[in-house]
T-cell receptor
Framework: QQQVKQSPQSLIVQKGGISIINCAYE??????FPWYQQFPGKGPALLIA?????SEKKEGRFTISFNKSAKQFSLHIMDSQPGDSATYFC???????????FGAGTTVTVRA | EAGVAQSPRYKIIEKRQSVAFWCNPI?????LYWYQQILGQGPKLLIQ????????DSQLPKDRFSAERLKGVDSTLKIQPAKLEDSAVYLC???????????FGEGSRLTVL
């Protein structure tokens, strides 16, 4: 069963716009929530991650918002650029077992 | 620092044939994973090794899939016999053992005809 539900499946945004991807989880044992970025023909690469003791984390144009009570977290890509066109996966991990459960992915297309 | 190496990058086989994929993790990484990524889906864990021992293989179809990690370093994933639904990218990842970042290889794309 899918432990992390991700939406939307795809989105198109204009250059300079904001991309928002949402994820939800059920297992309260998860305590690490990364986002991975994958370009065609490449493996996923860590983009940004958050732990549930903070509600927001920002790295450059990428921000994770985390709502522990709702068991939801989201990725915001500000000032989207054509180079951000990729598939983004949210994931969740339980402390100690290093096993990641991935969402289904969101394909982001940034139009110039 | 060299990344996770995988080979072959592409493989096309007929159903019921066998195939093997190889992975060389980042030096010193104790934990190694094999993920299956079907087109349009997120990666699904097949098996996790800690050094040369299996930590989790609960989602590995053991009637046709097998994996081993030799001397706690390289790993091979074998499929025999292959089915059409095995068409996917097989991703290898490793981690030094701290919670957090998995380092993925570029994957091996399998097409079963």
């Amino acid at each position: 069963q899918q432990q992390v539900k991700q939406s939307p499946q795809s989105l198109i945004v204009q250059k300079g716009g904001i991309s928002i991807i949402n994820c939800a989880y059920e297992n309260t044992a998860f305590d690490y929530f990364p986002w991975y970025q994958q370009f065609p023909g490449k493996g996923p690469a860590l983009l940004i991650a958050i732990r549930p003791d903070v509600s927001e984390k920002k790295e450059g144009r990428f921000t994770i918002s985390f709502n522990k009570s709702a068991k939801q977290f989201s990725l915001h890509i500000m000032d989207s650029q054509p180079g951000d066109s990729a598939t983004y996966f949210c994931a969740a991990q339980r402390g100690g077992d290093y096993k990641l459960s991935f969402g289904a992915g969101t394909t982001v297309t940034v139009r110039a | 620092e060299a990344g996770v190496a995988q080979s072959p990058r592409y493989k096309i086989i007929e159903k019921r044939q066998s195939v093997a994929f190889w992975c060389n993790p980042i030096s010193g990484h104790a934990t190694l994973y094999w993920y299956q990524q079907i087109l349009g889906q997120g990666p699904k864990l097949l098996i996790q090794f800690q050094n040369n021992g299996v930590v989790d293989d609960s989602q590995l179809p053991k009637d046709r899939f097998s994996a081993e990690r030799l001397k706690g370093v390289d790993s091979t994933l074998k499929i025999q016999p292959a089915k059409l639904e095995d068409s996917a990218v097989y991703l290898c990842a490793s981690t030094p053992g701290t919670i957090g970042e998995l380092f993925f290889g570029e994957g091996s794309r399998l097409t079963v005809l």
